[in-house]
């Protein structure tokens, strides 16, 4: 307890020296007060000192030690000297120290308080700031703008408050009101001369286009930095900026133009704002300023890139448009009388390749190309699958594919203008065919094969064989009747001639179009006919009765055989075999006739002999072997 006085020293409501043990002295408390200026008086700060003696031995030193750390050790809580009733100070603040003096812990023991406060009567300025600090700067720059960089900062002090709901001190709060209190001060400020004019603050809001904040949460400081710009009439929503570029020349294939632009619509405005502002940029009216005259640029650009900013409000935008009209003519946008596009923003780009086999006389025509597009990504992409649809709608790819080839064919090999001799033209059945999609530019690569090689139309591939068994006359050999005298033997012709055989072998295989647009119409017309041996289309038959037409005496007449009598001819055999699942066909023909063979010598009376030929193969080979007798 204290000795007998009526003064009294609470803390925190703690009446701290009366509760010590034994008797101890009153300690003496002393106020000193600082002013704190920032241009003006803003506050002060008021320092309290308390300063005293415990006694009593080792353990009633060490208690009362205690006790009075025990006492203090919390910072904000109020202090309070009292006399009677009456409160002579009282203040809140931080316990800035608190020291024991070096002692043998017995007798006396030295100790000394301190406690530092910001009184709120004292204070002019905002209560519980410190350190403010409001700064604004202007910059003309290059490009035609002014911007405007305004800083404000504060360090805060606690005031007693409860603690904010968002984890941050009493103290930060304070310094973070005080600094959105200036935020919107500036623009009473003094503005330089470059900045006055048409820019009355009083009438247009600068743009934000960045803030940033600086935060020391230990120290309780906060610092905001609002960086602005406006043009020197003060008046635009938006800041927007373009550059142009144009590129053509002797090396270049086209005129190329290309704008990259800014627009910023700040930390105020919106996102929409600035896309708004696009649209109504006419970007493609612009480029065209820039070319010469007679020379107009292709409406759908060759390149579009917009970047979106949303933290900024801002976005970023560069374009290209050249003077290629490869891609279609007319106005875009518009249709002809058959409602279709008069510009198809895309088109196929290939190369042609021509290989000759000098052996088999085969020409190989390959084409490799894709399918571009202009645009903007899906657009490009609908254009593109556009175009590629009407590429292959029915059976039109192969067939635009070998027109495209087959031009470049006739120019190097030879076309309808060249000798009938030489005139040679590619089959539009591919012998490879190969598309490929699906890549980042909606681009679609096709590539295809085609070559001048025999073909019947509506096949990939047709291969016959033919196998001739020839007449040879009938002789007879026996021994010599003289057989012991010189052994001779003896041939007799019996003046009689085998029949000639003629087997003809045809497999036939469909392209994969033909089939599924014209061969399976006639199956479902009648199921259970073989392919193409009907009447109405008989290519088969029309094949077999050419080579029979060939290599036997027949003559055909629209896919029939007919032959003279004297040669008998007949049909030994006939094998027709179809398989759907491989779209192939094939088929046997033998047909056996009187036919003729090599000249027996004994024959060869005159020369007339030689002449007078009967039959078929004597016609072919000059030669004949004259009978009336076939087995």
């Not at 609470?10 to 509760?19: A, I, P, R, T």
């Not at 064919?409 to 089959?427: D, E, F, K, M, R």
């Not at 065919?433 to 001048?452: C, K, P, R, Y």
């Amino acid at each position: 307890m204290a000795d007998n006085t009526t003064i009294s020293i609470l803390y925190d409501g703690s009446d701290v020296f009366n509760g010590l043990a034994g008797v101890q002295p009153i300690p003496y408390v002393t106020r000193a007060q600082q002013p704190i200026r920032y241009g003006d008086h803003w506050g002060q700060l008021s320092t309290i000192s308390i300063n005293g003696q415990i006694t009593g031995n080792a353990t009633e030193l060490f208690t009362n030690k205690d006790a009075i750390v025990s006492a203090f050790k919390k910072d904000y809580q109020s202090f309070v000297v009292k006399d009677g009733t009456d409160n002579i100070l009282e203040i809140t603040g931080v316990v800035k120290s608190i020291n024991f003096g070096d002692h043998k812990y017995y007798g006396l023991l030295d100790y000394s308080i301190q406690i530092e406060a910001y009184e709120q009567s004292l204070f002019s300025g905002q209560w519980g700031v410190l350190s403010p600090a409001d700064q604004i700067s202007y910059t003309d720059n290059e490009e035609g703008y002014i911007d405007i960089i305004h800083t404000c900062s504060a360090k805060g002090f606690h005031t007693g408050e409860e603690e904010s709901t968002y984890n941050e001190s009493n103290a930060l709060r304070n310094a973070k009101e005080f600094v959105f209190s200036k935020r919107n001060g500036w623009e009473s400020k003094v503005k330089p001369i470059f900045a006055s004019g048409e820019a009355d603050f009083s009438l247009v809001s600068p743009m934000l286009i960045n803030s940033s904040e600086s935060i020391d949460r230990f120290e309780g400081t906060y610092e905001l930095t609002d960086t602005y710009r406006f043009s020197k009439t003060g008046l635009d929503p938006v800041i927007s900026k373009q550059s142009i570029s144009v590129e053509s020349g002797i090396e270049q294939d086209a005129i190329t133009v290309t704008i990259d632009g800014e627009i910023m619509a700040g930390k105020s405005g919106t996102l929409d704002i600035a896309r708004t502002h696009l649209d109504n940029i006419k970007i493609f009216d612009t480029a065209n300023r820039f070319l010469p005259d007679n020379v107009e640029l292709y409406p759908i650009p060759v390149s579009l890139d917009i970047k979106e900013n949303p933290q900024a409000n801002s976005l970023s935008y560069s374009t290209s448009y050249d003077n290629i009209a490869i891609f279609g003519t007319g106005e875009f946008g518009k249709v002809d009388s058959n409602n279709s596009p008069t510009t198809r923003n895309a088109y196929f780009d290939y190369t042609v390749s021509l290989n000759t086999d000098e052996i088999t006389d085969i020409t190989t025509a390959t084409i490799n190309g894709t399918v571009k597009g202009r645009g903007n990504i899906i657009h490009r992409r609908k254009n593109i699958e556009s175009y590629y649809a009407d590429m292959k709608s029915g059976d039109k790819l192969s067939n635009f594919l070998c027109q495209a080839a087959g031009e470049v064919y006739s120019g190097v090999i030879g076309g309808p203008s060249s000798t009938p001799q030489n005139h040679h033209h590619l089959n539009a059945i591919p012998n490879s065919l190969s598309v490929t999609s699906g890549n980042a530019n909606a681009q679609i690569s096709i590539s295809a094969e085609f070559s001048d090689e025999d073909f019947l139309e509506g096949f990939s591939s047709v291969d016959y064989t033919i196998n001739t068994k020839t007449a040879m006359p009938i002789k007879v050999v026996s021994p010599s009747a003289r057989f012991k005298e010189n052994g001779h033997y003896m041939v007799t012709s019996t003046e009689a001639a085998s029949r000639e055989e003629t087997s003809i072998n045809v497999n036939m295989t469909y392209d994969r179009e033909h089939y599924a647009n014209k061969v399976t119409s006639l199956e479902k017309e009648n199921p259970n006919a073989l392919y193409q041996i009907g009447e109405n289309d008989n290519k088969l038959r029309t094949l077999v009765a050419g080579l029979a037409d060939e290599f036997t005496p027949a003559s055909a007449n629209g896919g029939k055989l007919s032959a003279s009598n004297d040669y008998d001819m007949r049909l030994v055999e006939e094998i027709l075999n179809e398989d759907r699942e491989t779209r192939s066909m094939s088929a046997n023909y033998k047909y056996s006739y009187h036919g003729s063979t090599f000249m027996d010598e004994r024959s060869k009376t005159t020369s007339s002999d030689k002449k007078n030929y009967n039959t078929f193969m004597g016609a072919k080979k000059d030669v004949s072997f004259r009978t009336s007798k076939y087995y």
